[in-house]
């Protein structure tokens, strides 16, 4: 088996994603918690992230150096949105009608 050596990885900016520059190949670990709400990009392409240490994120990287975007989006998101957005709307209905007891 061969032995493998640590690369280098500098996080570029933090905020609403990861922007990481990385040196392959290999496996590049973020100790950020892993979570089905991740997304990732190396080099402008599409990703597939793995769960790595049981807890954190990986990628693969060819040889070279990478540039690495990791995006988070809460699963759910959008249709808790619509549900909150519907409840809204059904609240403001009825309320808008009346209730039976208030006309009379």
């Given at each position: 088996?061969?032995?493998?050596?640590?690369?280098?990885?500098?996080?570029?900016?933090?905020?609403?994603?990861?922007?990481?520059?990385?040196?392959?190949?290999?496996?590049?670990?973020v100790t950020e918690g892993w979570d089905l709400g991740w997304s990732g990009e190396v080099d402008g392409a599409r990703?597939?992230?793995?769960?790595?240490?049981?807890?954190?994120?990986?990628?693969?990287?060819?040889?070279?150096?990478?540039?690495?975007?990791?995006?988070?989006?809460?699963?759910?998101?959008?249709?808790?949105?619509?549900?909150?957005?519907?409840?809204?709307?059904?609240?403001?209905?009825?309320?808008?009608?009346?209730?039976?007891?208030?006309?009379?």
């Open positions: 088996m061969g032995e493998g050596r640590p690369g280098r990885a500098e996080v570029v900016r933090e905020g609403d994603s990861l922007d990481i520059r990385a040196e392959g190949p290999g496996i590049l670990v990703a597939s992230i793995v769960r790595v240490n049981e807890a954190e994120m990986g990628l693969a990287l060819g040889p070279g150096t990478h540039r690495v975007v990791l995006s988070y989006r809460s699963p759910g998101l959008l249709v808790g949105l619509l549900f909150a957005a519907a409840a809204a709307l059904g609240l403001g209905l009825a309320v808008a009608r009346g209730s039976p007891e208030a006309r009379g």
